[in-house]
């Protein structure tokens, strides 16, 4: 009995493995090309999870038509132009840098500078009151 | 006054954090704003061909759709409302769905649609840039998206939302 319920419990385990499809490519670079790829694109639906991980059926949707283009041989730009082109940039987990965007790419250095700057202003003031 | 660096810098984070709450990033603004609707060539639901040479010459609206999105008989009501009442051209786009079953719901519940898009394998739907039903685009004279709208058209959204966009196209 016991041995039945542990042999449950280590089946329960494999309850998490994600029903994704098969895609069969040819090339180890390929199939790296693919995953590296649908890592790096959002999934619109369930929108924390990449393309790769997400089971939504627009991700399914979206994961054919990379495997296609991965296929026919189109490079990482190529297809994340195309997703682009659709969808915005959303898509894409890493906002491209563009005079849009170096606010947000910018913004923490420059709020660590003036901490630091603030920082560095206080201790010169007050050098005569802290510790001796 | 010791303490006024610290307030204003909490208030004006809270102010961003604010605004950020009422976001919603379900909301993405279409890709294709401003942009012709890129060229295609379906069959209708009923067998005739429809391009996007269709979209030439009169203001239309592309409602995507299908009948296993409950949102979207949320919003059947409006879109007979407006295919009744307004000018503006209604055509549909079924998206990955069931012919058969999508013609026996039109039948059924009414049609508002003037023709409908057959999209059956949603490549159509990819390439505007659609990732959940129910979307309606704008489309002016030229082909060209003027406004997309996320989620059931409601009569505050039609009159809010919408119309201005449309009275806009017709100045």
């Known amino acids: 009995m016991k041995l ?14 994600a029903a994704q ?14 995953q590296r790829v649908t890592e790096q694109l959002r999934c619109l639906v369930c929108q924390n999870e990449s393309l790769a991980d997400s089971g939504a ?4 949707d979206l994961r054919q038509e990379v495997y296609q283009m991965v296929k026919r ?13 659709r969808y915005g940039d959303f898509v894409l987990f890493k906002p491209p840098v563009n005079y849009l965007t170096y606010f947000l790419w910018g913004a923490p250095f420059f709020i660590l500078l003036i901490a630091f700057g603030y920082l560095m202003i206080f201790t010169w003031k007050n050098k005569d009151r802290v510790g001796n | 006054m010791r303490y006024s660096i610290p307030v204003v810098l909490f208030t004006i984070i809270a102010i961003f954090l604010w605004k950020g709450l009422g976001q919603d990033p379900h909301k993405i603004p279409s890709a294709l704003l401003n942009k012709p609707i890129p060229a295609f060539d379906y069959p209708t639901l009923s067998e005739q061909r429809f391009t996007n040479q269709k979209f030439l010459g009169h203001i239309s609206l592309l409602n995507v759709w299908s009948t296993w999105c409950p949102t979207c008989w949320s919003e059947h009501a409006e879109l007979m409302h407006i295919a009744k009442h307004s000018k503006i051209t ?7 769905d069931d012919k058969v079953k999508a013609q026996k719901w039109l039948d059924k519940f009414g049609n508002p649609y003037q023709e409908v898009v057959f999209d059956d394998k949603g490549l159509l739907a990819v ?3 659609v990732y959940g039903t ?22 505050e959204i039609w009159n809010a939302k919408i119309l201005p966009e449309i009275a806009k196209l017709s100045r």
């Open chain 2, 134 to 155: 129910p979307e309606t685009f704008l489309i002016d004279e030229k082909g060209v998206v003027r406004y997309k709208h996320v989620g059931p058209i409601t009569r």
């Open chain 1, 73 to 85: 041989g189109d490079s990482d730009e190529q297809i994340k132009n195309y997703m682009i082109q």
């Open chain 2, 90 to 96: 209604l055509y549909g786009l079924d998206y990955k």
């Open chain 1, 21 to 34: 499809e098969i895609y069969s490519l040819d090339s180890f670079q390929k199939q790296q090309q693919f």
């Open chain 1, 4 to 17: 039945l319920l542990y042999f449950l419990l280590f089946l329960s385990a494999t309850a998490f493995a």
């Open chain 1, 57 to 60: 059926s627009l991700a399914k």
């Open chain 2, 127 to 129: 390439d505007l840039g």
